[in-house]
């Protein structure tokens, strides 16, 4: 694609929230300004900025979003946020202290498969006694086919690297799972606690505000993002989120009503499929509940689209 003229295209490798910052091709970093509070600008896009705009000196405006490739999003009933665009994979993150949910780890795999990237769980701080119940917790996860990687940021992180080689990838978890500290040991600086002193200062832990993409190779960025409380859903329909279960997919389709939800319909091949002992109990719990809140929340916020 080329660029428009007077124009500049750099990848932004920082969300701030207002300000972002872009790489240009000479590795130089702008901090820009965008458009206004309309333009959506996420870590992993490509855009086209208008160098220093005000005589100052590595600054710019971004002035155009290039398409994305692909993008991972979240939406509660309250905000919406872009967590980041044009990513290979996302490393879902957790560990067994803080203690993580499940729920979370199944909304995430759920969000990157209707947008098209694929997830792997590390489960990290392998060094911690009570690991091997956590990974044994996980898996159901395994069971359908998800990879969990066993993982100590703190004291090896090496294991890791081949599953990054060539792909930009962005770290996403709960707070305090270990996102930066693999960052930090990856990248082999304290890259990932630049600028959060403040928070720093408060807790005596240093909490990632901002997400940041960093270079492991000419090939290979990773992007470190805040912690994560939950993990919305609502931009997704009911079928987005059955078709997102793997082990549903060879039954939808083959239910007596084309329209069946897989809740209690007569003649629903996922159900039958859970009767038989094929799909796990738990985890067609959670698609149950996740469907039912994603109903009530459609009838109380009617403004709300799939
Ligand atoms: N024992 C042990 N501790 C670890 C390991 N990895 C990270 N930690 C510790 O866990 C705490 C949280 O790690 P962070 O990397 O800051 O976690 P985070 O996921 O970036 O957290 P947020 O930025 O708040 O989302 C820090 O005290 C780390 O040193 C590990 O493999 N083993
Ligand atoms: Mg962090
Ligand atoms: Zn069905």
Known sequence: MSTTKGLTRGLVTGDFGRDFLVELPDRVALTCSRKGKKQDVTCGDYVEVTPNPDGREKTGRIETVLPRRNVLFRKDAWREKTLAANIDQALIIVAPKPSFSDMFISLCLIACDSAGIAPIIMLNKKDLPEFDAALLSLKHFQDVGYAVLPMSAKF????????LAGKTTLLVGQSGMGKSRTVNNLVMRDVAKEGELSEALDSGKHTTTYTRLYH?????????????????????????????????????????????????????????AAEAGKINATRLSFYQVLIEQQRELRISHPDWKA
Do not use: W
């Open 156 to 163: 090896d992180i090496e294991p890791l690297r081949p599953h």
């Open 216 to 272: 492991l190779d000419k090939d290979t960025a990773i992007i470190d993002s805040p912690g994560l409380q939950s993990f919305g859903l609502f931009h997704l329909s009911d079928d987005d989120i059955a078709y997102g279960m793997p082990e549903f997919r060879p039954y939808i389709g083959t239910c007596k009503f084309s329209n069946c939800g897989h809740i209690n319909e007569p003649g629903c091949a996922v159900l039958a």
